[in-house]
């Protein structure tokens, strides 16, 4: 189990990607929603971009080009991030705490958050 | 997306979350206050006040971002028992609101289809919009853009034909005695703009808080103030006062004036365009409002509940449940002008909150992050912050009949949202699930 108190933000996302692809529950949530998730810390100088399509979240790689449709961008300070990711943190109790921003359709916001809760039991 | 797509979107959306139904029904009641220009002098200055308003909201919104803003604004700057409180008039208000406007939907459809019930006409468009939700459907921008588009123009036409062909008389009363009643109106006549901040959960890239959602606010409201003031000068031109004050939807007659038997179908037809934008966007964003309270351990489990599509299905049936009893309650006792006055009236109390809370956190949190600084000044904002809950008050109290109702109406439900957050506060209190408020954006840029 890895733990956002000693793991790096890759390590964090990279366990998450294992968790989202191993899940079936999430297969179910994500049918024909194919995104780009950015996933910004906004005290660090590495961003990452998560590619979700054909119900797996097939890579997590360095570096973000914003801007475009069928994304969620997403930013927050690299602690919160890797809490949001390693299940410590629900992301929609950051969005009202005002630690996380979300960028992107209403929609995707809330299937964000589903997944969160399929993948951890939030 | 397209930079002018974007504020167009924005602009649209604001525009139609508060041009509903029960806008119609409110310019009824305006003129009940005051007659002729004055409806309009009083929509121009709330308006104008609105503007202010939209100021601070865009400087909370970028500091903020894409959060559910009357929770997290108001939690950031003031004690969470405040900030619950509300909240839950926010809530109290949008239930209300649902109600009157399905109730609104029902009086137009029952002028085309009398042989509809109301009730049954209430319970199907409110349980068609809890279904729509529940399935996660959702308008494509462009349709979103498209109808409320539509809709303003309509309207503006329809208004300026109004006034072109209208032949009625000014009252004997229309002159500056009036002017005293204005400050009444003006209260009243904020209804017609609520719903504008809902642009700021909408952000679609990190640098739309720095202008593009402070400029889509504004405009947004300008441009309902041209539409409301059109049909305004148009109801006055064309229609007899009483023929206005006479029914909560002066629409019908106003249609039928000037199109003959076709006019209610379009009445009905605008009740669709504005329903669109207004009730479905409405009870998703509280629904998710709820979803997010509930996570937060202010509101039960259940309420967070979601389904297999993603949508906060516990929340929407909750807010869908609440709206149908509230709605059936107004239409036996048709109390629509009664909840609409007490819904704007709470609504002047969080707008005038979000303005203290601007105030607050440049002194708490001077360094934080903001992308967007109201250029308004800071004695402006106490000005409006203190006008506000005097305007709310004043419109309560406003209108013809026992001035006691509205105040006992209004006072059972400021105890409901105490009584909630009395128990919320515990709740979190007790399950320590509350997360106390983290400046982690606190860095300046």
Same mark, same amino acid.
């Given at each position: 189990?890895?733990?956002?108190?000693?793991?790096?933000?890759?390590?964090?996302?990279?366990?998450?990607?294992?968790?989202?692809?191993?899940?079936?529950?999430?297969?179910?949530?994500?049918?024909?929603?194919?995104?780009?998730?950015?996933?910004?810390?906004?005290?660090?100088?590495?961003?990452?971009?998560?590619?979700?399509?054909?119900?797996?979240?097939?890579?997590?790689?360095?570096?973000?080009?914003?801007?475009?449709?069928?994304?969620?961008?997403?930013?927050?300070?690299?602690?919160?991030?890797?809490?949001?990711?390693?299940?410590?943190?629900?992301?929609?109790?950051?969005?009202?705490?005002?630690?996380?921003?979300?960028?992107?359709?209403?929609?995707?916001?809330?299937?964000?958050?589903?997944?969160?809760?399929?993948?951890?039991?939030? | 997306?397209?930079?002018?797509?974007?504020?167009?979107?924005?602009?649209?959306?604001?525009?139609?979350?508060?041009?509903? *139904?029960?806008?119609?029904?409110?310019?009824?009641?305006?003129?009940?206050?005051?007659?002729?220009?004055?409806?309009?002098?009083?929509?121009?200055?709330?308006?104008?006040?609105?503007?202010?308003?939209?100021?601070?909201?865009?400087?909370?919104?970028?500091?903020?971002?894409?959060?559910?803003?009357?929770?997290?604004?108001? +939690?950031?700057?003031?004690?969470?028992?405040?900030?619950?409180?509300?909240?839950?008039?926010?809530?109290?208000?949008?239930?209300?609101?649902?109600? !009157?406007?399905?109730?609104?939907?029902?009086?137009?459809?029952?002028?085309? =289809?009398?042989?509809?019930?109301?009730?049954?006409?209430?319970?199907?468009?409110?349980?068609?919009?809890?279904?729509?939700? !529940?399935?996660?459907?959702?308008?494509?921008?462009?349709?979103?853009?498209?109808?409320?588009?539509?809709?303003?123009?309509?309207? *503006?036409?329809?208004?300026?034909?109004?006034?072109?062909?209208?032949?009625?008389?000014?009252?004997?009363?229309?002159?500056?005695?009036?002017?005293?009643?204005?400050?009444?109106?003006?209260?009243?006549?904020?209804?017609?703009?609520?719903?504008?901040?809902?642009?700021?959960?909408?952000? *679609?890239?990190?640098?739309?808080?720095?202008?593009?959602?402070?400029?889509?606010?504004?405009?947004?409201?300008?441009?309902?103030?041209?539409?409301?003031?059109?049909?305004?000068? &148009?109801?006055?031109?064309?229609?007899?006062?009483?023929?206005?004050?006479?029914?909560?939807?002066?629409?019908?007659?106003? =249609?039928?004036?000037?199109?003959?038997?076709?006019?209610?179908?379009?009445?009905?037809?605008?009740?669709?365009?504005?329903? =669109?934008?207004? =009730?479905?966007?409405?009870? *998703?964003?509280?629904? @998710?409002?709820?979803?997010?309270?509930?996570?937060?351990?202010?509101?039960?489990?259940?309420?967070? +509940?979601?389904?297999? @599509?993603?949508?906060?299905? &516990?929340?929407?049936?909750?807010?869908?449940?609440?709206?149908?009893?509230?709605?059936?309650?107004?239409?036996?006792?048709?109390?629509?002008?009664?909840?609409?006055?007490?819904?704007?009236?709470?609504?002047?109390?969080?707008?005038?909150?979000?303005?203290?809370?601007?105030?607050?956190?440049? @002194?708490?949190?001077?360094?934080?992050?903001?992308?967007?600084?109201?250029?308004?000044?800071?004695?402006?904002?106490?000005?409006?912050?203190?006008?506000?809950?005097?305007?709310?008050?004043?419109?309560?109290?406003?209108?013809?009949?026992?001035?006691?109702?509205?105040?006992? &109406?209004?006072?059972?439900?400021?105890?409901?949202?105490?009584?909630?957050?009395?128990?919320?506060?515990?709740?979190?209190?007790?399950?320590?699930?509350?997360?106390?408020?983290?400046? !982690?954006?606190?860095?300046?840029?």
């Amino acid at each position: 189990m890895i733990e956002a108190a000693t793991a790096t933000l890759e390590e964090c996302l990279t366990d998450f990607r294992d968790r989202f692809n191993d899940n079936a529950r999430v297969k179910k949530l994500i049918v024909g929603w194919n995104r780009d998730i950015l996933v910004e810390p906004l005290d660090a100088p590495t961003a990452y971009t998560m590619v979700i399509a054909d119900l797996e979240l097939t890579s997590v790689a360095a570096g973000i080009d914003g801007g475009h449709d069928g994304q969620v961008h997403m930013q927050a300070d690299e602690e919160i991030l890797k809490r949001i990711f390693t299940g410590e943190y629900n992301p929609a109790e950051a969005l009202i705490d005002g630690n996380m921003a979300v960028f992107s359709e209403e929609r995707d916001k809330v299937k964000l958050e589903a997944i969160a809760m399929v993948i951890w039991g939030l | 997306m397209k930079r002018w797509f974007e504020l167009l979107f924005y602009v649209t959306f604001g525009a139609g979350m508060a041009f509903g *139904m029960s806008s119609f029904t409110m310019l009824s009641g305006l003129n009940e206050i005051v007659t002729g220009p004055w409806v309009v002098v009083a929509i121009v200055l709330a308006g104008l006040l609105c503007s202010v308003i939209a100021s601070s909201v865009a400087e909370l919104a970028s500091m903020f971002p894409s959060s559910p803003g009357v929770r997290t604004y108001l +939690k950031a700057a003031f004690d969470n028992r405040v900030s619950l409180m509300l909240v839950y008039l926010y809530l109290i208000f949008m239930v209300l609101v649902a109600a !009157v406007e399905a109730y609104m939907f029902a009086l137009v459809l029952g002028a085309v =289809f009398p042989a509809v019930p109301a009730v049954a006409a209430v319970l199907g468009i409110i349980g068609f919009t809890v279904v729509v939700n !529940v399935l996660g459907l959702e308008l494509p921008k462009t349709l979103q853009i498209v109808t409320t588009l539509l809709l303003i123009v309509l309207i *503006m036409v329809l208004g300026a034909v109004g006034m072109a062909r209208g032949t009625q008389p000014p009252g004997a009363h229309e002159g500056w005695e009036q002017a005293a009643k204005v400050p009444a109106a003006i209260g009243m006549a904020v209804y017609l703009f609520i719903g504008f901040e809902w642009i700021t959960m909408l952000g *679609m890239r990190p640098d739309s808080y720095k202008r593009t959602i402070p400029l889509s606010m504004p405009l947004a409201i300008a441009t309902n103030v041209v539409a409301y003031s059109c049909v305004a000068f &148009g109801f006055w031109r064309l229609l007899p006062h009483a023929a206005i004050v006479a029914g909560t939807t002066p629409q019908v007659p106003y =249609f039928t004036a000037l199109l003959g038997p076709g006019g209610p179908y379009l009445a009905l037809g605008i009740s669709f365009l504005a329903i =669109f934008s207004t =009730f479905n966007a409405g009870v *998703m964003g509280g629904s @998710r409002l709820m979803y997010a309270l509930s996570r937060e351990g202010i509101l039960p489990g259940w309420c967070a +509940k979601m389904n297999e @599509r993603g949508a906060p299905v &516990g929340g929407v049936l909750t807010l869908g449940t609440l709206s149908a009893l509230a709605a059936l309650v107004v239409v036996t006792w048709h109390l629509e002008i009664l909840a609409a006055v007490i819904g704007s009236a709470f609504v002047c109390f969080v707008y005038a909150a979000f303005m203290l809370a601007v105030i607050k956190l440049r @002194r708490t949190r001077p360094q934080a992050r903001r992308s967007f600084r109201t250029a308004v000044p800071e004695w402006l904002q106490w000005a409006v912050a203190g006008a506000f809950p005097l305007l709310g008050l004043s419109s309560l109290v406003s209108q013809p009949g026992p001035k006691s109702i509205p105040i006992v &109406g209004a006072l059972a439900f400021t105890a409901a949202a105490a009584l909630l957050t009395r128990w919320s506060h515990a709740r979190t209190e007790k399950s320590k699930r509350a997360t106390p408020y983290r400046p !982690v954006l606190e860095p300046e840029a």
